[in-house]
């Protein structure tokens, strides 16, 4: 049997800690989207494309994975694609509320799919796109949290 996921969420940009578990899903699952919020409830540093393109670069080595842009439901999207895993990372303790939450909600919204949670190297179990974005506008040296090119672009960014 061929196993898909999808591991959806808004990327803004893609750290170290989602690249991990990029790695962890593609160990497990056959195939794997990486699907890329369009219009996420929070308001992006970068946009859908600069988002999807940076992901592109930075799984440039995997081979069972895609990236691809959602719009609306993710339950939609997984119903398009014929996939009923979503996979979603746990950080903390403080992720766990917000993620059961949704996962519950999507479940009552869709009964055949499934969330499966997967923890990154404790490492990157502290390491947020938001915590990030602040540090870096704050000057800080992020290139321990996100690949080189990914701390250029956000340099270049928060520069404007
Ligand atoms: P969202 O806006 O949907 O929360 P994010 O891009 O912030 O999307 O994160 C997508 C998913 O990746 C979420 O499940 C989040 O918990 C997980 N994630 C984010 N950063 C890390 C990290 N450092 N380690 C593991 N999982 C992470």
Same mark, same amino acid.
């Given at each position: ?6 591991? %959806?969420?808004?990327?803004? %940009? ?9 790695? &962890? +899903?593609?160990? #497990?699952?056959?195939? $794997?989207?990486?699907?890329?919020? @369009? !219009?996420? /409830? ?9 988002? $999807? ?11 069972? #994975? =895609? ?6 439901? #993710? ?8 996939? !009923? $895993? @979503?996979? &979603?990372?746990? =950080?903390? #303790? ?12 999507? =479940? ?12 990154? /190297?404790? &490492?990157?179990?502290? @390491? ?7 540090? +870096? ?9 996100? %690949? ?9 960014? @928060? +520069?404007?």
């Amino acid at each position: 049997m061929n196993r898909s996921a999808i591991y %959806p969420g808004s990327f803004d %940009p893609v750290t170290y800690g989602h690249l991990d578990l990029i790695k &962890r +899903a593609a160990h #497990i699952f056959d195939h $794997v989207i990486v699907a890329v919020a @369009l !219009n996420s /409830s929070k308001k992006t540093l970068f946009t859908s494309e600069e988002r $999807v393109e940076m992901l592109k670069e930075a799984t440039k080595g995997i081979k069972n #994975i =895609r990236i691809e842009l959602f719009d609306g439901l #993710i339950i939609n999207f997984a119903r398009k694609n014929e996939i !009923n $895993v @979503l996979i &979603r990372g746990l =950080r903390m #303790i403080s992720d766990f509320e917000y993620e059961l939450q949704m996962a519950l909600t999507n =479940r009552r919204l869709d009964e055949s799919i499934e969330t499966a949670f997967l923890m990154p /190297s404790e &490492r990157y179990s502290f @390491l947020s796109s938001t915590l990030l974005k602040e540090a +870096a506008s704050l000057g800080a040296d992020v290139s321990s949290f996100v %690949p080189e090119f990914v701390a250029r672009k956000l340099m270049e960014r @928060l +520069a404007c």
